[in-house]
């Protein structure tokens, strides 16, 4: 086992076990991530919704179909990637987690940040825009790089969105489009 393996699978242990925030009470499983320990890309959604937490796996309902869709636009598929998101228990009603849940989570992904060291984060949505990003907004960076701190981010639109709003699909099949351009340099 490699030793992003292992310091990966502690993480998850970690998680499955964790009760620093309240989200905690409300979860059946915690949703740690998975993918490749070496992945060149990072997905980070917002949180686990009823799917996901029922199987304790990320993306896994409709948001990921259109992730994988998606993905395939970029050429790529879920087992070349990482996937995760800013907090890893499902929120009640699936609402946005709070400022506070995302920081106390926040650990966790920034170890898996370090981990796997990805050439490129890509940020699904505004929560995990602003986790990254705070002084962005997503109608001024979506579809670009974005360098901070020695880390590469990418942002786009989460893809639950398309199912609520069918118009921003464009937008978002561009932006995975520009996606593939920026892993082939
Ligand atoms: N939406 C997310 O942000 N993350 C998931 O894992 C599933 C749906
Ligand atoms: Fe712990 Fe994160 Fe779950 Fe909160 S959401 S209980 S910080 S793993």
């Given amino acids: 086992m490699s030793e992003e393996l292992g310091e990966l699978s502690r993480i998850d242990g970690e998680v499955r076990a964790c009760r620093k925030c309240p ?8 949703v740690p991530g998975e993918g ?8 980070v ?3 686990p919704g009823r799917n996901e937490d029922l199987e304790g796996r990320p993306f896994v309902g409709a ?10 636009e970029a050429g790529l ?30 650990q966790y992904l920034s170890r898996q940040v370090k981990i796997i060291a990805p050439k490129l984060i890509l940020l699904l949505g505004d929560t ?7 002084d962005e907004s997503l109608a001024g960076v979506h579809g670009r790089r974005v360098v901070k701190g020695g880390e590469s981010y990418f942002a786009t639109y989460h ?10 699909r464009p937008t978002l099949l561009r932006d995975f489009q520009k ?3 920026l892993l082939a340099d």
């Avoid at 989200?23 to 915690?30: F, I, Q, S």
């Avoid at 490749?36 to 997905?43: E, I």
Wanted: charged fraction near 25%; include cysteine; aromatic fraction near 6%.
């Fill in 63 to 72: 948001a990921g179909k259109n992730l994988e869709a998606l993905l395939a």
């Fill in 159 to 168: 893809p639950a969105s398309v199912i609520y709003n069918p118009s921003l």
């Fill in 77 to 106: 598929s879920r087992a070349d990637v990482f996937i995760t998101n800013v907090v890893k228990c499902r929120p009640p009603m699936n609402r946005r987690p709070s400022r506070m849940e995302a920081e106390t989570c926040h």
């Fill in 23 to 30: 989200l905690w009470k409300g979860r059946l499983n915690a």
């Fill in 36 to 43: 490749r320990p070496d992945a060149k890309v990072l997905v």
């Fill in 179 to 181: 996606l593939t351009e």
């Fill in 128 to 134: 995990a825009l602003k986790q990254f990003l705070p």
């Fill in 45 to 47: 959604g917002e949180a």
